[in-house]
């Protein structure tokens, strides 16, 4: 007599299915980020960046590992010119802004990849006002471009443009080489006045915080511009991109 096949009731597949589902997926995302900005609070990582540093630690193993540590640093809250202050202070000029440019790439680059892997599917529904349209048909269609000026204004939060750009359809390259190249002046200013902290009336020192507070007040300027051309763009034309000659 032949056995009757059971068939599954099919509760772990719905519950997989639930499980990484996109409202799920952006659950745990919140999660990881209340739980990065909390451990930034307690601990104040960056003080054992720039206090605690391994005396034994020199060379290029110390840059790599700063450079690690920088990455998930900043994925956690922690403030990019506390650690670009720290690294010029650590490693010198050359060396700290080394370590603190690949650091800056490694920290975009985890923020971007969990933000695309556990919230673009339940966030980009949400992009229908104007605005914010408008911003994502820029990112997605110009990425590199667009990822190249955000990088330039210092006033712009970084773990902000990070996942706000992972929302939108911009690929991993033109994201990761925008961030490189974009990071390299705001990063080695800050760079150079942690290496001459000690010596405030230097020129190398002044010259830093001048290049810094005149790149701010370009990005602002140029924001102010940006964002009357982003409230104006119509939200019904995708194949029209925002103005790609303004400055």
């Given at each position: 007599m032949p056995v009757p096949v059971t068939q599954s009731d099919g509760r772990p597949a719905?519950?997989?299915?639930?499980?990484?589902?996109?409202?799920?997926?952006?659950?745990l995302l919140l999660v990881l980020l209340c739980a990065a900005g909390a451990s930034?609070?307690?601990y104040e990582p960056q003080r054992l960046l720039s206090q605690g540093w391994p005396a034994q630690l020199s060379g290029a193993a110390a840059v790599v590992l700063f450079a690690v540590a920088y990455g998930v640093?900043?994925?956690?809250?922690?403030?990019?010119?506390?650690?670009?202050?720290?690294?010029?202070?650590?490693?010198?000029?050359?060396?700290?802004?080394?370590?603190?440019?690949?650091?800056?790439?490694?920290?975009a680059g985890i923020a971007f990849g969990l933000g695309r892997v556990l919230g673009q599917d339940a966030l980009r529904p949400l992009l229908r006002a104007r605005w914010l349209t408008a911003a994502d048909r820029q990112l997605s269609r110009h990425g590199f471009r667009s990822m190249l000026?955000?990088?330039?204004?210092?006033?712009?939060?970084?773990?902000?443009?990070?996942?706000?750009?992972?929302?939108?359809?911009?690929?991993?390259?033109?994201?990761?080489?925008?961030?490189?190249?974009g990071s390299i002046p705001n990063t080695a200013a800050y760079v150079v006045?942690?290496?001459?902290?000690?010596?405030?009336?230097?020129?190398?020192?002044?010259?830093?915080?001048?290049?810094?507070?005149?790149?701010?007040?370009?990005?602002?300027?140029?924001?102010?511009r940006k964002r009357g051309q982003l409230r104006a763009a119509p939200a019904g034309e995708p194949s029209r991109p925002v103005d790609s000659t303004a400055p």
């Open positions: 719905r519950l997989a299915q639930t499980l990484l589902s996109p409202r799920s997926r952006l659950a930034m609070l307690l640093c900043t994925a956690a809250f922690v403030p990019r010119p506390v650690l670009n202050l720290a690294a010029g202070a650590l490693f010198g000029a050359q060396a700290g802004t080394v370590s603190a440019t690949a650091g800056t790439v490694v920290g000026v955000i990088r330039l204004m210092p006033g712009v939060p970084f773990a902000a443009s990070n996942y706000g750009a992972a929302v939108s359809r911009m690929s991993w390259l033109s994201f990761l080489s925008a961030t490189a190249v006045a942690g290496s001459r902290a000690t010596a405030p009336t230097s020129p190398a020192f002044l010259a830093a915080f001048a290049f810094i507070a005149l790149s701010g007040l370009g990005g602002a300027f140029y924001a102010w």
